[in-house]
């Protein structure tokens, strides 16, 4: 199933969308997407009668498609050719860097450009969604606690990430800089998680253009290894790094001014589109 948070007006609203693309309101099932309650959430909608819920009628907006995320987990360099691009070895072991979850916004919100910043940049991601609580789960059984995918824009200033030292995460947490969504797709509809092609175009011209086969730590293993470390609960997401082709990597950088154009999109979980404005100082 492909879930959504759509907003009318002020409010927004839990919905499904049907074979055709239409999103059906499901308020009368559920309350929210919320993190803690997803497990259950699905369970209800799977077992619902989708012909007979009501049209959403008109959509103003998406949020993203879960809310409450309790944590946004990422992996750095999970790509070889990102790595090269960076600079960097292949990392022997997944690194992990956290995002601040007051960065998570809807897939269509805009980027806001912090007040000073020079190297905003881009990074096409597959979000993985943790469905079932997971401490120190081997890989062999870490795919049952996938609930499901959705799309990530791991939003980058890489001046905070890399010049003004301690960890990424500084470059990685202002406000806007995890639009994720449009949906949350189930992981039975994904029957090759390590087969999505993933692209990222800035104003129409396409930089990143890669595959999650190309990943060095497949889903399972990362499931398996953030689980040693911390306990994954449900609505929490691993952001699984990106393929080449950020702006950083560009000869010269190219990194996002106002009004640049983000589209990403991944193999089955839809695309995103972001425009870059100014943050209020
Ligand atoms: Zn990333």
New binding site residues.
């Given amino acids: 199933m492909r879930l959504v948070r759509y907003r009318q007006g002020e409010r927004t609203r839990p919905g499904i969308l049907d074979r055709d693309g239409n999103v059906h309101d499901l308020s009368g099932l559920v309350d929210d997407l919320h993190a803690h309650k997803l497990p259950g959430v699905t369970a209800t909608v799977a077992a619902a009668n989708l012909a007979g819920l009501p049209s959403a009628g008109t959509v103003d907006g998406f949020g993203p498609p879960i809310a409450g995320v309790g944590k946004l987990i ?3 360099l999970n790509y070889r050719d990102h790595a090269r691009e960076s600079g960097a070895e292949p990392p022997p072991q997944p690194i992990m860097f956290m995002k601040a979850t007051s960065a998570i916004t809807g897939p269509y919100d805009p980027i806001l450009l912090p007040p000073g910043s020079e190297k905003l940049d881009w ?1 096409v ?1 597959l979000g993985v969604v943790i469905g079932r609580k997971a401490t120190r789960v081997d890989e062999a059984t870490a795919m049952d606690h996938v609930l499901g995918y959705t799309i990530v824009n ?1 939003v ?1 200033e890489r001046a905070y990430q890399l010049e003004l030292g301690g960890q990424w995460v500084k470059g ?1 947490s202002a406000d806007s800089f995890a639009p994720i969504g449009p949906w949350l797709v189930t992981a039975d509809e994904i029957a090759n998680a390590q087969g999505l092609r993933l692209t990222a175009a800035v104003n129409g011209e396409v930089f990143q253009d890669g595959t999650t086969a190309d990943m060095i730590f497949p889903v399972r293993h990362l499931v398996s290894y953030v689980s040693r470390f911390m306990t994954l609960h449900p609505g929490d997401i691993i ?1 699984t ?2 393929p080449a082709g950020v702006g950083m990597g560009q000869k010269p950088p190219r990194f996002l001014r106002p009004g640049d154009q983000v589209r990403l999109e991944v193999d089955g979980l839809g695309y995103q589109e972001q425009t870059v404005v100014p943050a209020e100082a």
Avoid: L, P
Wanted: glycine share 18%; proline share 0%.
């Fill in positions: 990422a992996i750095g990074e991601e791991d980058s990685k952001c790094g990106t």
